[in-house]
C-alpha cells in the first residue's frame, strides 16, 4: 500500500507562481513512478508531469513544459511540482498519484491516488 497527501493550493493571480508538495509512505512506494494530474471542474482528469525516484527523469505535459517543474526528494519521500507563469487555464484540483508502471500519463495505471489539491488561478 501507498499513502498519498498533497498540499501548496491556493488561489493565485495569473504569472504568479505556487509549489505543491506530495508526502509518500509505504514499504513500495520507492518502486512507484510518481505523476502529478489535474481535473478542471466539466473535464477529464489530465497528466501533468511524472518522476521516478530512481533516476529522477522527469516527464511533462506539452501545456506545461517550461512552466513547471517536478523534483522528488528521496530522504523526504516528498515529490514537488514547482509552478511558474500560472494562467487562469490552470485551475484545478492537482492530485499526486503513483504507479509500478515505468512509463505512463494514462490515469488509469495510477493505482494510488491522494485526495487533491485545489489551485485557482484569476486573471
Known amino acids: 500500500q501507498v499513502q498519498l497527501v498533497e498540499s501548496g493550493g491556493g488561489v493565485v493571480q495569473a504569472d504568479s507562481s505556487l509549489r505543491l508538495s506530495c508526502v509518500g509512505s509505504?514499504?513500495?512506494?520507492?518502486?512507484?513512478?510518481m505523476g502529478w494530474f489535474r481535473q478542471a471542474p466539466g473535464k477529464e482528469r489530465e497528466f501533468v508531469a511524472s518522476i521516478s525516484w530512481s533516476n529522477q527523469y522527469p516527464v511533462y505535459a506539452n501545456s506545461v513544459k517550461g512552466r513547471f517543474t517536478i523534483s522528488a526528494d528521496n530522504a523526504k519521500n516528498t515529490v514537488y511540482l514547482e509552478m511558474t507563469s500560472l494562467k487562469p487555464e490552470d485551475t484545478a484540483v492537482y492530485y499526486c498519484?503513483?504507479?509500478?508502471?515505468?512509463?505512463?500519463?494514462?490515469?488509469?495505471?495510477?493505482?494510488?491516488w491522494g485526495q487533491g489539491t485545489q489551485v485557482t488561478v484569476s486573471s
Open positions: 498519484a503513483a504507479t509500478i508502471a515505468s512509463y505512463s500519463r494514462a490515469t488509469r495505471d495510477y493505482k494510488y
Open positions: 509505504g514499504r513500495t512506494l520507492s518502486r512507484h513512478l
